[in-house]
């Protein structure tokens, strides 16, 4: 027997079909000149792509959630370090990351653990207008 889970038949075909007519997609995108237009079609064409890819040549979608959970998350990690490097080549050094409330924990959190440290506090304050108290 095989060491691999059986998995339910996938139309190949059908698959590579849609790979060649993004790969078109993306090739005709640039084509109109639009910075806007070649990027999205760049992206979210390799991004589609990459899912249906992992999803029916790689069967992620077989596999426990918690494969699903690393693949997303290494993916994110890749992001956000493809766009530090963009941002160094470019010669920015620093960004600011501001609005974020005193009282918005979980963003502060996240923020402070990829190295950003706090510069100011914003807190909102309430004043009744009308001179009548609010538990009136």
Same mark, same amino acid.
């Given at each position: 027997?095989?060491?691999?889970?059986?998995?339910?038949?996938?139309?190949?075909?059908?698959?590579?079909?849609?790979?060649?007519?993004?790969?078109?997609?993306?090739?005709?995108?640039?084509? %109109?000149?639009?910075?806007?237009v070649t990027l999205l079609t760049?992206?979210?064409?390799?991004?589609?792509?990459?899912?249906?890819?992992?999803?029916? %040549?790689?069967?992620?979608?077989?596999?426990?959630?918690?494969?699903?959970?690393?693949?997303?998350?290494?993916?994110? %990690?890749?992001?956000?370090?493809?766009?530090?490097?963009? %941002?160094?080549?470019?010669?920015?050094?620093?960004?600011?990351?501001?609005?974020?409330?005193?009282?918005?924990?979980?963003?502060?959190?996240?923020?402070?653990?990829?190295?950003g440290e706090p510069y100011k506090?914003?807190?909102?304050?309430?004043?009744n207008l009308d001179g009548r108290?609010?538990?009136?």
């Open positions: 027997m095989s060491e691999h889970a059986e998995h339910p038949p996938t139309n190949y075909i059908k698959i590579w079909a849609i790979l060649v007519a993004l790969l078109v997609v993306s090739v005709i995108g640039p084509m %109109f000149g639009i910075k806007v760049a992206f979210g064409i390799a991004v589609v792509k990459a899912y249906l890819v992992a999803k029916n %040549f790689m069967h992620i979608n077989l596999e426990p959630k918690f494969v699903t959970y690393f693949v997303v998350t290494a993916l994110v %990690f890749m992001l956000i370090q493809a766009l530090r490097a963009a %941002f160094m080549r470019r010669g920015i050094r620093t960004v600011e990351l501001s609005w974020i409330l005193e009282s918005n924990e979980r963003m502060r959190r996240i923020i402070e653990s990829l190295g506090r914003y807190r909102i304050y309430e004043k108290s609010e538990s009136a």
